[in-house]
């Protein structure tokens, strides 16, 4: 009879067991910290600024300036500003976390809204 000897036959067995542990967590959660409860609910996300319009209204009459509109988007409380010129396309969809400063050509603000 013949012996066969495969000299890597060990090196090609280990590879494919490493190979195959490294899966082994594929698709599972990764493990909890220590000192952590993992039956608990994970923390919620604090909500985000809404806009209201009314303490932004000083602005109405007032040049569009930089720091008027950084003034007005503070005051109302919305996560961000913009300017609507007349004319321009805007997009149409509500977002309740922006203010909206409507100007006239001279860039006077006319109205303060959200949306």
């Known amino acids: 009879?013949?012996?066969i000897s495969f000299?890597?036959?060990?090196?090609i067995a280990t590879a494919a067991l490493l190979m195959m542990t490294g899966c082994a967590g594929?698709?599972?959660?990764p493990a909890a910290p220590a000192g952590s409860n993992p039956g608990a609910a994970a923390p919620t996300p604090p909500?985000?600024?809404l806009c209201d319009a009314k303490p932004a209204q000083f602005a109405v009459g007032q040049?569009?300036?930089a720091s008027v509109m950084e003034s007005a988007r503070v005051r109302s409380g919305a996560q961000?500003?913009?300017?609507?010129?007349p004319g321009q396309m805007i997009t149409k969809e509500f977002n309740a976390q922006?203010?909206?400063l409507q100007v006239?050509?001279?860039?006077?603000?006319?109205?303060?809204?959200c949306g």
């Open 63 to 65: 040049a569009s300036t």
């Open 47 to 49: 909500p985000a600024a």
């Open 80 to 85: 961000m500003a913009r300017i609507l010129r």
């Open 104 to 113: 006239d050509a001279n860039g006077r603000i006319l109205a303060v809204n």
């Open 98 to 100: 922006r203010l909206n």
């Open 7 to 11: 000299p890597c036959a060990g090196s």
């Open 26 to 29: 594929y698709g599972q959660a």
């Open 1 to 3: 009879m013949f012996k």
